[in-house]
């Protein structure tokens, strides 16, 4: 018989040696078990638990609180075959578009993938020619390409949703690459050098089932003619344009394609503004917060962990995107603007964990009367960010200094990782103040749940602005926007707010067209 055990704890120490804790407290000599959930409880830093849910196969029968019969969870999905005479048109290959891709491919619908950047073999080598010459790629970086802006993350693979097709997502990462913990992690990641193999093997398979790549390409428009949508492309290799016909486009933009979502709005796409959020990246040593975590188990356990969140009257303020043993990267996209992010591999063995802090921006912020103000909001921080230094220098400043409204002249203790260096500045020339207020408030609040938070030495590194697009393109119960056959997803159309929540958009726009 195969039983579930639920919340069956352990000590830290005793992690590598689980199949003989699980032998020796259930009292089993013949058996088979598999992690179905693993988390740490450490919420009594003295006293610290690793905890499982396991699967436990063995004739013995079991009895208890915490035990039932197991029922197998179910990764895969039905696969119609797509009744349409087109060929769907997916329009970015970020996660949204890539789980939508790859759905299609499976109901032999055979998919055209039109993204700007190149495939992830060379937008490997673009993104490290930022990084480590400043020359940067206006199509092929860290926000565009094969991938997505989340391939160059830490691969965090958490959210908030409730959603069955989840397992799906998680499995088919594991199935084309990732470690198997990301089955049970209660915070899975992937980590950066994982998904450079991944997202290319998803490419491979969606190939093999018919699928068509044109990469380093743009989509520049599409309008009506005899009942098809006709697309316009430009090849970005020989600015050759052509035209590709659809009954079903699907935009999954991404939320850097700024000119795509202008001239979208331009031709008549209906959008709506939205919230988003805007702050900086601190980087502390890794150290520091695993003592902080862990205390005296530290070294027993990953590296740690955070999300904080406080509110400071109607205005939020959190930690995003977190990045334990991590890098903060140069991220933009766009000439003459400076923008942080960060990534981690999978092992997170970096020196230093960062973090962005964010504060809602909400569109009362930076409505002028135009849906597309709040894009401009976010250019516009991010240009006076690059006029600081001129350079791809970040606007930086520690955070004692931060506190009080002081700045330093240099680093201390903590080493950045960031790769352009860092002009320290007073961060008002390129942030309001009303988000410099709520990120000191912030910082002040996260210190008393996380010890050491407000490090003196801390780095805190300006601007993070692309947590999310400041649009919503809007559609209907159906997925379509107001032009028919037009199917917004993902992040740049303001449903989704990371990889995992991205690919079940996309999932289930696929679903949606397959079912029609």
Do not use: W
């Not at 949508?229 to 991404?254: P, Q, R, V, Y």
């Not at 993070?464 to 926007?481: K, L």
Request: aromatic fraction near 10%; charge should be positive.
């Amino acid at each position: 018989m195969k039983y579930q055990i639920n919340n069956f704890k352990i000590k830290p120490s005793e992690q590598n040696d689980l199949e003989n804790i699980i032998k020796k407290k259930l009292k089993l000599n013949d058996f088979k078990f598999k992690i179905l959930l693993k988390s740490i409880d450490a919420r009594n830093k003295n006293d610290i638990y690793v905890i499982y849910n396991l699967m436990v196969e063995t004739d013995k029968p079991l009895k208890g609180n915490n035990i039932s019969l197991y029922k197998e969870k179910n990764y895969d999905l039905e696969y119609k075959n797509y009744n349409h005479n087109d060929r769907p048109i997916i329009v970015g290959f970020g996660p949204a578009g890539m789980f939508c891709a790859l759905y299609l491919a499976r109901c032999n619908a055979k998919p055209i993938i039109i993204e700007r950047g190149s495939k992830i073999e060379i937008r490997k080598k673009n993104v490290d020619d930022f990084l480590k010459k400043k020359v940067l790629n206006l199509n092929s970086n860290v926000q565009f390409g094969e991938g997505g802006a989340g391939t160059f993350s830490d691969g965090k693979l958490t959210t908030n949703l409730k959603d069955p097709l989840i397992n799906f997502i998680l499995y088919e990462f594991y199935k084309h690459g990732a470690k198997e913990n990301i089955l049970y992690e209660s915070k899975p990641h992937i980590g950066t050098d994982f998904l450079e193999k991944i997202v290319k093997n998803i490419r491979l398979e969606i190939e093999s089932l018919g699928g068509e790549f044109y990469f380093d390409t743009k989509f520049i428009s599409s309008c009506k003619k005899d009942n098809l949508l006709s697309c316009k492309m430009t090849s970005l290799i020989d600015n050759k344009e052509f035209i590709l016909d659809t009954n079903h486009l699907i935009l999954g933009l991404g939320h850097s394609a700024r000119d795509t979502i202008i001239d979208l709005y331009k031709s008549g796409l209906e959008m709506t503004q939205k919230a988003f959020s805007m702050g900086v990246r601190i980087e502390h040593p890794k150290d520091l917060i695993n003592e902080s975590q862990y205390g005296k188990f530290k070294d027993l356990l990953p590296t740690a962990y955070y999300k904080l969140s406080a509110h400071n009257n109607d205005r939020g303020v959190y930690t995003f995107c977190m990045c334990p043993g991590g890098y903060v990267i140069a991220s933009q996209s766009d000439p003459g603007t400076i923008v942080v992010n960060g990534m981690s591999n999978s092992d997170r063995d970096n020196i230093n964990s960062n973090s962005a802090v964010l504060v809602d921006i909400k569109p009362s912020d930076y409505d002028k009367g135009n849906v597309l103000d709040g894009l401009y909001f976010q250019e516009k921080y991010e240009k006076m960010a690059f006029e600081i230094s001129k350079d791809y220098k970040a606007p930086a400043n520690l955070c004692k200094e931060f506190l009080n409204d002081e700045v330093a002249s240099s680093l201390r203790s903590v080493k950045t990782t960031y790769p352009h260096g860092l002009k320290f500045c007073n961060l008002n020339r390129c942030l309001p103040d009303f988000v410099l207020d709520n990120l000191k408030f912030g910082i002040n609040e996260f210190d008393k749940k996380l010890h050491g938070f407000k490090y003196d030495d801390a780095i805190i590194i300006g601007i993070e602005s692309r947590s999310s697009s400041p649009v919503r393109i809007v559609r209907d119960e159906n997925r379509e926007s107001n032009i028919k056959g037009i199917y917004p997803i993902g992040e740049g159309a303001g449903y989704a707010g990371g990889i995992t929540s991205a690919a079940l958009d996309g999932l289930k726009t696929a679903l949606r067209i397959v079912s029609e």
